[in-house]
């Protein structure tokens, strides 16, 4: 008997319309609730409280904030811990300014932390909507950049004067404004407008640190973001420290050219600079330089964060199994170890099953294994992922850790 003869096409038409079939649908954002994701402390203290509703925008939750010091917006849970840290900051400045120390030594100068400090800050709500994200939100690609060549002459003259980041973090913080930022656990150059200008107002009043010396502040023992860089911000003068990450980041071959792009980028403050050079050399991984020029495309403070916080998940496991090697052009941080695996190392809060991570993990796991010559692919992410999304990347060939700390 004859087999029917089947057309030219078909064939590969319903192999087709089989893999559609199995092929998972895509998903939409995910609205979470405040106490799905957040420690009762967390979603409410005595002088802040964080909505209920908890948007997801690309990976990262999306929280509103209200407090004695005026709304806030935080993208992602990390930067979330460090605003409520620094309204935490705010309410102990604004007890101190009212002491009978303060009082004694200040003289008549006034320093209005409260809502004083929230109204001398040009158009508050608007500037602290933004604050940890800015109006552009994180973008959506883990995979490979659009490298551009820096712009040069005229054009980067503009960009100089234009400059956020390095540059305009430092504006105002004197070594009395680290030394208070220090005395209440803060980044002495944080983005929170609020917080800056108690600070650089505490800085020009006690302009010799005096008044801290005589000041007992109660700090809790888990402080914020800046205790990962030792006494580094606090401590050191600006220049002398932006000198010393621009050796730390030579040392590992990023061209000066990079080095003045991470400059300018509006993403990153000295913090996070020096953040960012510390985690990488400790490391010394070969392509941290790669990494240092894709970091320094960050545009915003979330972005630069992501960067950060990536070379310090990497600096953490490295002291267990050694990292080696970085994956060139990739946002997404994958790092090849010493027995040969290859490690995407994620600091997100919620990943869903969408087109465009769908796209990356197979650029991500096709080039690790190719480029990297990985034989084992594995993920670790500080957040969470969909039902949907952890099989499919279980699919394509990644072994997924939630919740890494």
Excluded: C
């Amino acid at each position: 008997m004859k087999m029917a003869a089947i057309r030219p096409g078909f064939s590969v038409f319903a192999l087709s319309l089989a893999v559609l079939a199995f092929a998972a649908a895509y998903e939409g954002q995910r609205t979470f609730k405040a106490s799905e994701v957040l420690k009762t402390s967390e979603i409410e203290g005595p002088h802040y409280k964080v909505a209920q509703a908890v948007p997801t925008e690309g990976y990262f939750w999306i929280f509103s904030i209200t407090t004695d010091y005026g709304p806030l917006e935080a993208e992602g849970k990390s930067m979330l811990l460090v605003r409520l840290d620094e309204v935490r900051a705010l309410a102990q400045l604004d007890e101190v300014s009212k002491s009978e120390v303060f009082l004694a030594s200040a003289g008549t100068s006034v320093l209005n932390v409260g809502k004083g400090a929230v109204a001398a800050v040009k158009d508050p709500v608007a500037t602290a909507k933004g604050i940890g994200g800015g109006m552009k939100r994180f973008g959506t690609n883990l995979g490979r950049t659009a490298k551009q060549a820096t712009s040069t002459g005229k054009s980067e003259a503009g960009k100089t004067a234009d400059a956020g980041g390095v540059a305009n973090s430092v504006l105002g913080i004197n070594a009395a404004a680290r030394k208070w930022a220090q005395k209440v656990g803060v980044d002495p150059y944080t983005t929170n407008p609020v917080l800056k200008k108690a600070l650089s107002d505490l800085g020009q009043i006690d302009s010799a640190g005096s008044i801290a010396a005589k000041v007992v502040v109660p700090i809790p023992i888990v402080v914020s973001a800046t205790a990962t860089v030792g006494n580094l911000v606090w401590a050191k003068d600006p220049q002398a420290l932006l000198k010393e990450n621009e050796q730390q980041l030579r040392a590992l071959g990023v061209s000066d050219g990079v080095i003045k792009k991470l400059y300018l980028s509006k993403g990153f403050t000295l913090t996070l600079h020096t953040r960012l050079a510390g985690a990488l050399s400790a490391v010394k991984a070969k392509g941290s330089a790669d990494y240092v020029a894709t970091a320094a495309e960050a545009d915003t403070e979330r972005e630069a964060l992501f960067f950060v916080e990536s070379a310090e998940m990497m600096k953490s496991f490295h002291q267990k199994t050694p990292v080696l090697e970085l994956l060139a052009d990739s946002r997404a941080l994958v790092g090849k170890t010493r027995d040969g695996r290859a490690l995407g190392l994620l600091p997100l809060d919620w990943v869903s099953w969408t087109e465009t991570y769908e796209k990356a993990l197979r650029e991500a796991a096709e080039r690790a294994r190719k480029e990297l010559g990985a034989a084992k692919l594995e993920m670790k992410l500080t957040g969470r992922m969909s039902e949907t999304a952890m099989k499919e990347t279980a699919t394509l060939g990644w072994a997924v850790l939630e919740k890494v700390t």
